[in-house]
């Protein structure tokens, strides 16, 4: 039963602003107020959900912005400050290429320079870089369908066999969970797939069924194998 990775979504306290933000930098269409389209290189979209729970700590999840030129870099990093988002410091160092930013809401993203040969053959979002152990990098490999383009020292990361942004997964030491990630994944089935076997095979796998009552009135809630929620969305979807 294949599964598809329909959106990253994004709590915000402000979802429709949060949404012009990233429409803005990356250049993708928006859907509507709060969802934008992915780009032709992407196979994901963008969700932003209310939200009113303060961010205390790194998100989980954080994008990467690739470069084709140092120009490009610049350019991106100057665009993502006129759009609202401000430079943060996490600890990099002086001479690492990357550039360290924040979204409107704090939210972590890197503009990584140009000629990065991992993230070579990706998109402009290159890369959904994530806090988790090995094992969840094999969980989601075998969840989406997605090879494993990297595994070495812990450290994991997928992408889709169409190409486009790889996931990855940094390994030990992994940051303590918050009671909730910032970003999750919302999944869907196939019109003519079976839910509930989709459920059955994700557990399988390695997930959990979240307690009854966390689930939406058009979504099942799960959690990874690091216990990182995620939605198998039940409406059609376009």
Known sequence: MSINLHALSVDAKDPAGLARFWAGLLGWDQAD???????????????????????DRPNQIHFHLTSE??????????RAVELGGRHIDIGQQPEEGHIVLADPEGNEFCVIEAGNKFLADTAFLGELAS?????????????LDYPLVWDQDEETA?????????????????????????????????????????VERLVALGAT???????????IAMADPDGNEFCILTTPRG
């Open 69 to 78: 030129t140092p120009e490009q870099q610049q350019e991106t990093v100057a």
């Open 33 to 55: 107020a709060t969802e934008l389209l992915p780009d032709a290189r992407t196979t994901f979209r963008l969700r932003f959900l209310q939200s009113d729970v303060e961010k």
């Open 209 to 219: 069924r979240l307690e009854s009552g966390q689930d939406g009135p058009d979504a």
């Open 131 to 143: 806090d988790g152990t090995q094992a969840v990098g094999y969980f989601w490999s075998k969840a």
């Open 158 to 198: 997928i992408q889709a066999p169409a190409g486009g942004p790889k996931i990855a997964w940094g390994g030990p030491p992994v940051s303590p969970k918050p009671p909730k990630n910032r970003m999750h994944f919302d999944l869907t089935v196939p019109a003519d797939g079976d839910v509930d076997a989709a």
